[in-house]
């Protein structure tokens, strides 16, 4: 429990109303009840500033309403991430090695660490100081797991793969499985080795049931910072900068080049061998198929500047009407040549 005024202090806010209100939990601001706080993140939202329940609303600076504690902040997203941190319940995990774990003797295991049920630890693997390995992962021969990262439950990371310091790789992700390569010869498939690792950076999140694929001789490698959904897949000898978002059910295929602070909505993916600058942000659905300059939105497949692509759709949703109206004209033309 906490008064508004110390979480005005955590998020460095400004009450208005009452600063000793007490606040027990987080809620929704459409189904808030008295003691918890919400959040007015969205316009959509606004006409339930008035109804709520909850004993005090986190608001933007320039809003207003009576009857109402108010905690204004510049950002409300940020203070929303950080009241419910606040809020969260402690970390669960227990230090200690469970005793059905298999480590190798030659596996370098830091301090303080908590490695689950079940757990495989291969020979001249590295793991940090920190780590949390849940049950059943596997940490294959030569890998390496920097300090303060979590690996959830049915995690895999392949022989000789880089995972950075404070990174949550969630349940059933594998990190380091064979790249999609095959060379075609006389109508038989031969598979391309894959020499290369995955190199994960710091504060790195991986989803649940992503697959990252090794490079074939150079590294796949994601930067620092970068977030991925769940059910994302990374082809062999991806380069991804640092900060990008990438949503669920992207696929970027091989040897693309992502730069930094890239965004990718829901389904959308690229293709091989093209490159993606700075800032871009790909819409949901969007088809990468060509190297794109940074700093712009893009939507569609083919992809294509979002402005533009808005009026290709405008001018696809009237094609019926302009086929009604072309049919009239026609008709019009057979009438008058069938009166001469």
């Known amino acids: 429990m906490s008064t508004l005024r110390e979480l005005a202090h955590l998020v460095d806010g400004e009450v208005v109303g009452d600063p000793n209100v007490e606040i027990t939990e987080v809620a ?40 109402i504690n108010l905690l204004k902040v510049e950002n409300p997203s940020l203070a929303f991430i950080q009241i419910l941190e606040h809020f969260s319940p402690e970390d669960s995990v227990v230090e200690g090695i469970h005793p059905t774990a298999l480590i190798d003797p030659k596996a370098t295991i830091g301090e ?6 079940f757990a495989v630890i291969s020979a001249g693997s590295d ?32 022989h000789d793969c880089e995972v950075g310091s404070d990174a949550v790789i969630q349940g059933g992700t594998v990190v380091g499985s064979h790249g999609f390569g095959f060379v075609t010869e006389k109508d038989e498939h031969h598979m391309i080795p894959q020499l290369g690792r995955v190199v994960l950076g710091d504060n790195v999140e991986i989803g649940a049931n992503c697959a990252i694929d090794r490079g074939t001789i150079s590294d796949t ?45 829901g389904q959308s993916g690229a293709v091989d061998h093209v490159e993606i600058g700075d800032r871009a942000q790909i819409a949901s659905r969007g088809g990468i198929t060509k190297s794109v300059p940074g700093g712009k939105t893009y939507s569609g497949m083919p992809a294509r500047e979002a402005m533009e692509q ?31």
């Not at 459409?30 to 339930?48: C, E, M, P, R, T």
């Not at 109804?51 to 005090?56: G, H, L, P, V």
């Open 221 to 265: 490698v994601i930067g620092e910072g970068t977030k991925l959904d769940n059910l994302v897949h990374i082809a062999h000898n991806v380069k991804i900068g640092k900060g990008c978002l990438i949503t669920a059910q992207v696929a970027i295929a091989g040897s693309t080049v992502v730069g930094d602070y890239v965004a990718f909505g």
């Open 112 to 117: 303080g660490v908590a490695i689950g049920a």
């Open 28 to 67: 929704e601001i459409n189904d808030a009840k008295v003691g918890s706080i919400s959040f007015l993140l969205h316009k959509k939202y606004q006409s339930h500033l008035v109804s709520t329940k909850a004993s005090a609303v986190v608001v933007a600076l320039n809003e207003t309403s009576q009857g």
């Open 127 to 158: 793991i940090g100081s920190g780590v949390s390995l849940g049950s059943h992962v596997i940490i294959e021969s030569g890998a390496t797991i920097g300090e303060d990262s979590q690996i959830g439950s049915g995690v895999i990371v392949g």
């Open 310 to 340: 808005n009026k290709l759709d405008a001018y696809i949703h009237r094609l019926p009407e302009l086929v009604k109206r072309v049919q009239t004209l026609e008709k019009k033309s057979e009438t008058a040549k069938g009166k001469k």
